[in-house]
Nanobody
Framework: QVQLVESGGGLVQPGGSLRLSCAVS???????IGWTRQAPGKEREGLSC????????YYADSVKGRFTISRDTAKNTVFLQMDSLRPEDTAVYYC????????????????????WGQGTQVTVSS
């Protein structure tokens, strides 16, 4: 079993920043961890993926240049730094494990996972 726990969500004004955390624990190590989000009435959207084996990262076009994914391997925690937030970024944000056979680019386009966190709400509003 693997557990993922997100934190760091909240209410922020447009143009502001938030840093989400995803603490990963359990019996299986995943080198790749990804972030997704789901807004009300919309499908889940893949945002970013990091591969700790080589440091590679990948971003969806909707967040490229504004969001940054990183990982503290010692603490097995993945972060999503979100800058220049917009009202359309309002959603529940989830982290998830990414199987090794899935290229990060593929996963961001089709985010599937064996393990998901419970989600953290991000609201961007003035």
């Amino acid at each position: 079993q693997v557990q993922l726990v997100e934190s760091g969500g909240g209410l922020v004004q447009p143009g502001g920043s938030l840093r989400l955390s995803c603490a990963v624990s359990g019996s299986k190590y995943y080198a790749r961890i990804g972030w997704t989000r789901q807004a009300p009435g919309k499908e889940r959207e893949g945002l970013s993926c990091i591969d700790s084996s080589d440091g590679m990262t990948y971003y969806a076009d909707s967040v490229k240049g504004r969001f940054t994914i990183s990982r503290d391997t010692a603490k097995n925690t993945v972060f999503l730094q979100m800058d220049s937030l917009r009202p359309e970024d309002t959603a529940v944000y989830y982290c998830a494990t990414v199987e090794s056979y899935l290229l990060p680019r593929m996963w961001v386009s089709y985010p599937i996972a064996d393990y998901w966190g419970q989600g953290t709400q991000v609201t961007v509003s003035s």
